[in-house]
């Protein structure tokens, strides 16, 4: 089924859901990664790929397993998994940790046993989302492709830099190979320019000749001479190249810690959260409201079901409509709609407008408000 560098396979087995990554490494070798998941299916596709994607970067970085070659390409020489037994428990336990995360789960639904366990149905990458997770739970086998963009952003530029430099330094060992090879010819060039002075100061001892001979060897020191700058330039532009080749290397080194310290202070920013949650089980991030009901968005570090209070008071009559909700709060975030027990009257009168104060309440507290 390997049609593509990159793909989703997913095959459903009554209650259980497969789904197998894999990632073409050469013409003959792949990479794989499987999940299988009683009960549920994932909901969001593209999230698959990303964790996926991102769990292949950092086998590749590690270089255990799979590694980049001087190219940018990536390749193995790890001819046994069993040989790394230890790498692969601890990479397994590492995706079992992301896979648990993923909030975007739903309950299976039953088998439609009118389609076959063995029926294939293919997509790429950009078919909508809807109908490859119902294909998901239908067919036996759902494929969705993945031609281009396979790679991570870091990845993408990792890749490039090994890339632009192997081809920097094959250019340049060429180069020099050149010169090196033209040296050596004006060097036997040069003995034999010698050999032809003994000749002619042996045969004819004339002044004319061993003056023509005197001019044809200054020539070819000359050349030898220009031979020899040229490679100390050469030399030099390698120095210059060696000098870049360090800038780049330091520059990722720069980029990593600046990703280390997004990373604490993404980190402290979960901390906050998770102090301020302490103290109030959600947090609203945003409210919208009308005469029927109230629209929030939260944010909430685990799942919990809570009851909260909805009031509306008229600041012109103190009229309070007042209503309990007992809603369930997902982790990670989403947004709610409370309705009043009764519409509001936002219309304009005789002597103007009236106005509401909208609060949320949770255990006598306000968690949000807004004046309408």
């Not at 009960?39 to 255990?64: D, V």
């Not at 299976?108 to 009118?114: A, E, I, K």
């Not at 100390?232 to 210059?240: A, L, P």
């Not at 919208?288 to 009031?311: A, G, H, M, W």
């Amino acid at each position: 089924m390997c049609n593509a560098p990159s793909q989703l396979i997913i095959h459903r087995d009554e209650s259980i859901m497969y789904y197998i990554y894999i990632r073409k490494i050469n013409a003959k070798r792949y990479i794989g990664l499987a999940v299988a998941i009683n009960g549920y299916y994932f909901s969001q596709i593209n999230s698959l790929f990303s964790l996926f994607e991102k769990q292949i970067e950092l086998l590749a970085e590690r270089g255990i397993i799979i590694n980049y070659s001087k190219s940018g390409e990536l390749t193995t020489s790890l001819s046994s998994l069993i040989k790394e037994e230890t790498e692969i428990l601890n990479f397994a336990n590492n995706l079992q940790d992301k896979i648990s995360s993923i909030s975007s789960v739903k309950k299976l639904p039953q088998v439609d046993y009118s389609v076959s366990i063995k029926s294939q149905i293919i997509f790429n990458e950009f078919d909508n989302n809807d109908d490859i997770v119902k294909a998901s739970y239908t067919y036996g086998f759902t494929i969705i492709l993945k031609q281009h963009n396979y790679d991570t952003l870091r990845a993408t530029s990792y890749k490039n830099t090994l890339k632009q430099l192997n081809t920097q330094n094959e250019n340049l060992t060429k180069e020099i190979d050149k010169l090196r090879e033209s040296n050596k010819q004006i060097l036997r060039q040069k003995k034999q320019f010698k050999k032809v002075v003994f000749l002619f100061i042996a045969v004819i001892e004339s002044i004319v000749g061993i003056f023509f001979l005197y001019e044809n060897l200054n020539n070819t020191q000359y050349r030898l001479d220009k031979a020899n700058t040229t490679i100390k330039e050469k030399d030099n532009v390698i120095t210059v190249r060696n000098e870049r080749i360090s800038n780049l290397k330091d520059s990722v080194i720069n980029l990593e810690t600046s990703l280390q310290q997004v990373n604490r202070e993404k980190s402290e920013l979960s901390n906050n959260l998770h102090e301020i949650c302490n103290h109030y089980p959600f947090i609203v991030t945003s409210c919208d409201v009308n005469s029927e009901r109230f629209n929030f968005d939260y944010y909430c570090i685990e799942e919990k079901e809570i009851t909260v209070t909805l009031k509306a008071i008229n600041d012109s009559n103190s009229e309070i409509v007042t209503s309990n909700h007992t809603l369930t709060f997902y982790k990670g975030g989403g947004t709610k709609s409370l309705y009043f027990s009764k519409k509001l009257n936002n219309q304009s009168y005789h002597k103007g407008t009236q106005y509401y104060y909208i609060v949320l309440i949770y255990n006598g507290q306000i968690i949000a408000g807004k004046y309408w």
